[in-house]
T-cell receptor, first 112, second 119 residues
Framework: KAGVTQTPRYLIKTRGQQVTLSCSPI?????VSWYQQTPGQGLQFLFE???????NKGNFPGRFSGRQFSNSRSEMNVSTLELGDSALYLC???????????FGSGTRLTVV | AQKVTQAQTEISVVEKEDVTLDCVYE???????LFWYKQPPSGELVFLIR??????QNEISGRYSWNFQKSTSSFNFTITASQVVDSAVYFC????????????????FGKGTLLTVNP
């Protein structure tokens, strides 16, 4: 079956711009979460959605936001980009059962 | 607050050697979930195992085995007869209880251990 799909794979943006990243979960998975991975901070939790509701949020500024649609697809948005936002952004989906979260290949964002 | 420590930043072994990756966690909850993930150079995190806090049985899956010890808050991962394809960054992660008593739907990751298996 198809895995978690993230688009785009690579993105280059300029400081001050905004960006929207997309995540399509595995069919039937209603939980979608987002993580930021940087060399310095490692993997950090951004937020998690289930049935269009945010259930948990990490310690990130309000410039980071997300949403989930009725088909479980999710988007995250970063406004007023800063150089420090350069990172690999990973999306994960989960059935809610006894297995683990399935991650996508990520979107590598570079802010210049 | 939860915390996961992977003290080994990098490990280098020769093919066919056994290697153990250490993971120590902290949580105040009595119910929690532990995970191991593998991240090859492609970047995707590959799920290896999930363990519930009330199940302390060790697990073996092929060349992989996991030793969960609540008494020492450790969840170590051993690869037997390592292969070059095992080269990757390995992450240990913890998910503990949310307000409702179920999972808090958030993974707290360790910093990862870079494993290099040389031929």
């Amino acid at each position: 079956k198809a895995g978690v799909t993230q688009t785009p794979r690579y993105l280059i943006k300029t400081r001050g711009q905004q960006v929207t990243l997309s995540c399509s979960p595995i069919s039937g998975h209603r939980s979608v979460s987002w993580y930021q991975q940087t060399p310095g901070q490692g993997l950090q939790f951004l937020f998690e959605y289930f049935s269009e509701t945010q259930r948990n949020k990490g310690n990130f500024p309000g410039r980071f936001s997300g949403r989930q649609f009725s088909n479980s697809r999710s988007e995250m948005n970063v406004s007023t980009l800063e150089l420090g936002d350069s990172a690999l952004y990973l999306c994960a989906s989960w059935t809610g059962g006894l297995d683990g979260y399935t991650f996508g290949s990520g979107t590598r964002l570079t802010v210049v | 607050a939860q915390k996961v420590t992977q003290a080994q930043t990098e490990i280098s072994v020769v093919e066919k050697e056994d290697v153990t990756l250490d993971c120590v966690y902290e949580t105040r909850d009595t119910t929690y979930y532990l995970f191991w993930y593998k991240q090859p150079p492609s970047g995707e995190l590959v799920f290896l195992i999930r363990r519930n806090s009330f199940d302390e049985q060790n697990e073996i899956s092929g060349r992989y085995s996991w030793n969960f010890q609540k008494s020492t808050s450790s969840f170590n991962f051993t690869i037997t007869a390592s292969q070059v394809v095992d080269s990757a960054v390995y992450f240990c992660a913890l998910s503990d209880q949310g307000i409702s008593g179920g999972s808090n739907y958030k993974l707290t990751f360790g910093k990862g251990t870079l494993l290099t298996v040389n031929p």
